[in-house]
């Protein structure tokens, strides 16, 4: 398995992970469950450990990669890694305040409603944050993702977009709207 195919696979668990740790976190706000509370707590810690192995996984990856990427796709790269620094700092906090939460519960009587409100809204921005990066990462090996046109605007006017596939430009139509 190289590095490139590992980081792939490895990211999306705790992208996906947080958003659903989130959906549950929610949920116990909502009915004042507190079981759910403590099961979104315990996945936001699983979801901290997740992005410590994507986050660890990139530099190999990007390495791999980087003698076959043009200059676009570098910056591209390097807002990647920005944003997903970005997002890595903000699974292990989530984790950190999440694991406090645990911890507050096995020695009386569970997480203070602050923490809950502060986790969940830690969540939603390190939501945020994942999906942005997953974005950038996408637009990485598919140029098609990233919403830019190559060449000159008649592309559009044509009603097709050029994209710039392993150095072979392909036309591709845009369905109509009709």
């Known amino acids: 398995m190289t ?3 590992l ?10 992970g947080v958003m659903f740790t989130l959906a549950v976190m929610l949920l116990g706000l909502f009915f004042s469950d507190r079981r759910l509370i403590l099961i979104g707590c315990a996945f936001a810690v699983v979801c ?3 992005a410590v192995v994507a986050y660890g996984s990139g530099p190999p ?5 980087r003698g076959g990427l043009d200059d676009a796709t570098l910056e591209l790269a390097e807002r990647h890694a920005l944003v997903g620094r970005a997002a890595f700092i ?3 906090f989530a984790g950190i305040v999440a694991l406090q939460g ?3 519960t096995a020695a009386d009587d569970g997480p203070s409603p602050w923490l809950v409100r502060g986790l969940a809204v830690l969540l939603i ?9 997953a974005h950038l990462g996408g637009g990485i090996r598919h140029p098609e993702a990233r919403g830019r046109v190559l060449g000159e605007g008649s592309a559009l006017r044509s009603g097709a977009w050029e994209i710039d596939l392993d150095d ?6 845009i369905p109509s709207r009709n």
Do not use: C, D, K, N
């Not at 980081?7 to 996906?16: G, K, Q, R, T």
């Not at 921005?125 to 990066?133: D, E, N, P, S």
């Not at 072979?168 to 139509?173: F, K």
């Open 168 to 173: 072979q430009t392909s036309t591709v139509p």
């Open 7 to 16: 980081h792939i696979v490895i990211v999306h668990l705790p992208v996906i």
């Open 125 to 133: 921005i390190v939501a945020g944050l994942m999906a942005w990066t």
């Open 90 to 92: 903000g699974a292990i």
């Open 102 to 104: 645990l911890l507050r």
């Open 3 to 5: 590095p490139p195919y």
């Open 48 to 50: 901290a450990v997740g």
């Open 61 to 65: 990856a990007f390495e791999q990669l």
